[in-house]
């Protein structure tokens, strides 16, 4: 490499490329780097998680050149991102960087000197598996005249073996290339690799390949599964030391805070030192989430997803420490743990979590798969109670629209601002309420009602209204299917004293009928309607 590759680049102009960076998005951002004076000596100042997130956000195909450009542990780093899935290697997701990385190698001694740096400096077991999964190795002294299965072989040229490529294409490209090239590095060291593909184990190749990956995410900022889960355990009693930060240059993925929230307002008013630290925790307590919710890196849209949770839970700690005040929020983040902020929000998360469980256990809301109360409620506690509280986001229809299905038809979401914390407590309030006057009218679903088609409140209640009105007991009795039409037509106008006299649970239940009740209006008009299409009302088979 010539000595202009090697010189680092100056602080402050790192500093503003980084903050450029922060600002922008795809190809712009590969733009802003190749643009540079010195885009290699850019390239390898940042940190290797983050130009893996940038690669996959512009396209590899579009980002070669970062990939040639990295240096040797950041080209390591992308395949401890890329090649593996949960804890098991991934072979054929290795081949396309590999061959990312070697192309234009064979144009000039520079090109040629970095990839051999890079696949020099990769895992050796990495190597194994990736070439024991693409290749067939026929060893000519057991076997001198083998049967091949392709037309894509070679023979070695010390004439020991015939590999055959099980791979076609680009990817057959890619393997035949490493090969050639492990040959023309060293032919003895070659040979003994694809002799070692004959014997050794792969699952202990890949248990020695994945504590060194751990190792160097460790380096990262990612924790381990279980450090990962101990950043959503209850707020200790005693403030918790620090996590640490990752010891990785600042970045501009990962990092970035966004604007206006809180939490960049009170961090805008912290010493640079201070902000520089903070950005660094908040890089661990982001690949806390992505560790512990098991995200693909190779997933934008999840790892976006897991940064802006993370960044919400530290921000609902913060509010929860200083309220509203950037001065107390920016010495909270001076003298706290970002853990310990991290930790105080999913709090808020869990008291509610919390309240939703009794409600459940209490019978009165039913299950969480077989939920009582009308969407969105019904769905929210379901949303609630799952091992992390989500947010559900039907709760921001008009009130109006609660009791359809399009109030149902939303899923379930990490909580991202204090709003959605305060939205949900009222409606959890709703819930509790509207649980209670059920139990009061005596409300229960049939035996053995379970499933999305298991009736919901509102139409117990509509039921029961119906039998009523036709001269029977206030009780959520099956309609006899000849009784439908009558029963609609019983059923208009909906006002119900004991509603009227139960105050806001009253009226939400008195609304959420008459939401399922407008399913009914054909059967007043006369329309012939199949029972079993009829989910206002509970009709005997």
Known sequence: MTKREEKPIDPAALAEVRAALSRATGKRRLDLILDQPDPAAVVRALPADDLYLT???????????????????????????????????????????????????????????????????????????????????????????PHLQSDRFLRTPENRFIVEFDADGAEYMAVRGIVDDLYADDPFKATRLLASLRSELPSELEETALR??????????????????????????????????????????????????????????????????????????????????????????????????ARALVELGLEAVAGADEARAAEALATTAVKALFQRGFGRLLELRWRAERLLASGRAGTRATPLLDPPLGELLSALSAR????????????????????????????????????????????????????????????????????????????ALANERLGRAFAPVPIPAAELAAAARALAPLDDPRLARAGEAGQLLAALARARDEELAPLRDGAAVRPEHVAALLVAP
Do not use: C, M
Request: glycine share 8%; no cysteine.
């Open 55 to 145: 690669i996959r956000e512009v396209g590899l195909a579009d980002a070669v050149e970062l990939v040639q450009l990295a240096s040797a542990d950041q080209f390591r780093a992308f395949l401890d991102l890329a090649a593996w899935q949960g804890d098991h290697v991934a072979p054929r997701r290795a081949l396309p960087w590999l061959r990312a990385a070697r192309a234009g190698s064979t144009d000039s001694p520079r090109a040629a000197a970095r990839w051999k740096a890079k696949l020099a400096r990769l895992d050796v077991e990495l190597v194994d598996l990736v070439l024991r999964d693409a290749l067939r190795i026929h060893d000519l002294d057991a076997d001198p005249d």
């Open 212 to 309: 060194w990956r751990t190792g160097r995410l460790s380096d990262l900022g990612y924790p381990s599964p279980e450090e990962a889960l101990s950043w959503f355990a209850k707020p200790a009693a005693r403030p918790a030391p620090p996590a640490g930060t990752p010891g990785r240059p600042a970045g501009f993925f990962l990092e970035r805070l966004g604007r206006g929230s809180l939490l960049a307002r009170a961090a805008a008013r912290l010493a640079p030192e201070e902000r520089a630290h903070l950005e660094l925790e908040l890089v661990t307590a982001a690949n806390a989430v992505l560790v512990a919710d098991a995200v693909d890196p190779g997933d934008l849209d999840e790892v976006r997803a897991a940064v802006e949770a």
């Open 388 to 463: 992390r509280p989500r947010y559900f986001p039907g709760l921001e229809l008009p009130r109006e629209a609660w009791g359809t299905l399009a109030a149902g038809a939303f899923e379930p979401r990490p909580f991202l601002a204090s709003a959605e914390v305060a939205r949900t407590a009222e409606a959890l309030g709703l819930a509790e309420g509207l649980a209670a006057l059920g139990e009061d009218l005596g409300l229960r679903p049939p035996a053995g009602a379970a499933g999305p088609l298991a009736p919901r409140l509102a139409s117990l209640y509509l039921t």
